[in-house]
């Protein structure tokens, strides 16, 4: 059987992924609704809440990975991949909703305090969150890694606030047993803050992905070195890319001596594109060929736009 290639891979990591992300998030939401149950905490509530739009954005966002790996068709010749950032628009709207009704209900327990019971429990169970959490982020740190994924970037940062939460929920709990219940909605409402700007940055990168922003700087130079690195190549500008998804879309003008046979052209920009798809395995390039007049040919290369 022949080997998978990159983009095959990355679609098996994304799936894994999603899965892992979903299942992690039932997991918590169960235990932590017995905590819940169990102590009246309201830091204990805030956390259950904060995994409940966990849960709810990681569904989301496996049904949009999976939609975005579908391939290309007749009415998305470019392929599905901005499902990807769509699902990050709507992560932000959960994120942004569960941080408000925290504010309003840690708002309402500084008016009317209660008593918290079994903390030892709710501290136990808080740790239980942290080490599962954990193990989660160390699996969709590698598929970023390897994937460079908008949506599992942005639904790490659910979990990366989660894991924050929990450590402050501990907190909350170890200071209610030291004789200051106070801090326990203070802790909550200070959670709140955190995942609303988790929100705002999650929702901020999606919007530029849709919006088409630029590549970043360091990867746009490489892709003008490697077409600058061709021995023929006199020439790189009017470099353009963008992310969709799993795809890199890159376009860019070659400028090469005019007198140059139309195949050996279209060669070059062949050679270029071979190695640009070295580096970037998932890119879509697209080269125009710009023919150069001989008094050009001794000119220093430009590169970029």
């Known amino acids: 059987m022949p080997p998978a290639n990159p983009s095959q891979k990355n679609d098996r990591l994304l799936r894994i992924a999603t899965y892992a ?75 942004a909703g569960s941080a408000i009704f925290l504010m309003i209900h840690a708002a309402e327990r500084l008016n009317n305090p209660h008593p918290i019971k079994d903390i030892n429990m709710g501290i136990g169970v808080m740790l239980f969150a942290i080490g599962a959490t954990l193990i989660l982020l160390a699996v969709q740190g590698y598929v970023i890694r390897r994937t460079n994924s908008t949506a599992i970037r942005a639904d790490a940062l659910h979990y990366q606030t989660d894991l924050l939460t929990n450590i402050s929920t501990i907190a909350a709990l170890f200071f209610v047993a030291s004789g200051w219940p106070i801090l326990d909605p203070l802790c909550a409402a200070g959670i709140s803050i955190y995942i609303l700007y988790s929100a705002w940055h999650i929702g901020h990168e999606a919007m530029q992905n849709l919006m088409d922003r630029e590549l970043d700087d360091k990867t746009r130079k490489a892709i003008c070195d490697i077409g600058l690195a061709h021995e023929t190549v006199l020439g790189v500008h009017d470099l353009r890319t963008r992310q969709s998804g799993q795809t890199m879309v890159i376009q860019l003008h070659l400028d090469l001596a005019e007198n140059l046979p139309l195949a050996d052209a279209h060669q070059i920009a062949k050679e270029v594109e071979k190695k640009i798809i070295e580096s970037f395995p998932t890119a879509d390039v697209i080269i125009h060929q710009d023919p150069v007049p001989p008094e050009h040919y001794f000119c220093k290369p430009q590169s970029g736009n």
């Open 21 to 95: 992300s979903s299942s992690t998030a039932i997991l918590l939401i169960g235990v932590k609704a017995a905590a819940w149950f169990q102590t009246g905490s309201l830091s204990i509530m805030a956390s259950l809440v904060d995994s409940l739009m966990d849960a709810a954005a990681s569904i989301l966002n496996l049904l949009a990975v999976r939609y975005s790996l579908k391939s290309p068709d007749a009415d998305h010749q470019f392929g599905h991949g901005k499902a990807e950032s769509l699902a990050g628009l709507g992560q932000a709207s959960f994120i």
